[in-house]
């Protein structure tokens, strides 16, 4: 006999009301048509996920997002409007089979996507992007900055 309640919610899945790492939490609007709790929030927490590290460097923008258990079909990166990069995807769910038991599921699924309007000195035309162990890097080079010519003045009086 456990000291700790458990309990079984409705899909068959066991939470625990003092695991602070349980995924099901108490819902005070789960009978709103707008519930959060729905299966549909579950699919969107992909897009919370998804971390996403920005650099730049003196040669280019630097992009590395974390998409482990991807392939990289199931990426797009794309560019709106010529200054926002797009990066989107799907991370399947696993199908469940009737006989197995869930202990617990962390693993998010659904889609994502990431937007960033990027600075006016992007080369928008030589984007480069590539995926190895489940990191997508996003290389946009950065055009020169030219420095202004700067003319002296010679003060009179």
Known sequence: MSLIPSF???????????????????????????????????????????????????????????????????????????????????????VEEKNDTWHRVERSSGQFMRRFRLPENAKMDQIKASMENGVLTVTIPKEEVKKADVKSIEISG
């Open 8 to 94: 079984f919610n409705g899909n068959g899945r066991r939470s625990n009301i003092f695991d602070p790492f349980s995924l099901d939490v108490w819902d005070p609007f789960k009978d709103f048509p707008f519930s959060s709790s729905s299966e549909a929030s579950r699919e969107t927490s992909a897009l919370v996920n998804t971390r996403i590290d920005w650099k730049e460097t003196p040669q280019a923008h630097v992009f590395k997002a974390d998409l482990p258990g991807i392939k990289k079909e199931e990426v797009k990166v794309e560019v709106e409007d010529d200054k926002v990069l797009q990066i989107r995807g799907e991370r399947n769910r696993e």
